[in-house]
């Protein structure tokens, strides 16, 4: 398994940017599809988007398609997440997460980080 750590949140306005930044402790991080999700009060935790371990494929959410870019740095064990065009609904903590396999489900990601919080005000 990674340990995984994410960095990056913070307060922003509508229409601002923010980049998520995701490390990975192990000499295996190219092997495994990188996730990102978000959980905001009162809801349940959903999916972002993902990144895969075969050509670096990417699937994005409906809800943040065009808006959003996920990429990787194997050399150093980074996923990042690009948010563009913020709105007030993308408020919530985000995670990354990996996975052996190339899904979207969260209970196929086996490591988790803790977390970080995006508020994006109106």
């Known amino acids: 398994q990674l340990q995984l750590v994410e960095s990056g949140g913070g307060l922003v306005q509508a229409g601002g940017s923010l980049r998520l930044s995701c490390v990975a402790s192990?000499?295996?991080?190219?092997?495994?599809?990188m996730g990102w999700f978000r959980q905001a009060p009162g809801k349940e935790r959903e999916f972002v988007a993902r990144?895969?371990?075969?050509?670096?494929?990417?699937y994005y959410a409906d809800s943040v398609k065009g808006r959003f870019t996920i990429s990787r740095n194997n050399a150093g064990n980074t996923v990042y997440l690009q948010m563009n065009s913020l709105k007030p609904e993308d408020t919530a903590v985000y995670y990354c997460?990996?996975?052996?396999?190339?899904?979207?489900?969260?209970?196929?990601?086996?490591?988790w980080g803790q977390g970080t919080q995006v508020t994006v005000s109106s």
């Open positions: 997460a990996a996975s052996w396999v190339v899904t979207t489900s969260p209970s196929l990601f086996h490591s």
């Open positions: 192990g000499r295996t991080f190219s092997s495994y599809t």
């Open positions: 990144i895969s371990q075969i050509s670096d494929s990417t």
